[in-house]
């Protein structure tokens, strides 16, 4: 599924994908703990997201991971 230009997919699609691909479609960006009152915490590493960290975030579940993190996970 496609939502302005990002790609949301299943958790049944992610049997056959390839890891490089899935990390590749999970877009990057700059986390701004702004928009968070209670703050952010990535999901794998255990520890807050910081202003200016390369963040990715899974639209359907609303999960935020640092970019490091999830690439070292799937991979």
Known sequence: ????????INITELAS?????LI???PVVD??????????????GLSELADGDKAK??????????????AAWLE
């Open 57 to 70: 975030i899974l639209l359907s579940c609303k999960h935020w991971f640092h970019a490091h993190c999830i």
């Open 1 to 8: 599924m496609r939502i302005n230009d990002l790609v949301i």
């Open 24 to 26: 590749r479609s999970i």
């Open 31 to 44: 986390f701004n703990p702004r928009s968070f009152e209670d703050g952010v915490e990535c999901v794998i």
């Open 17 to 21: 994908v390839d890891p490089i691909i």
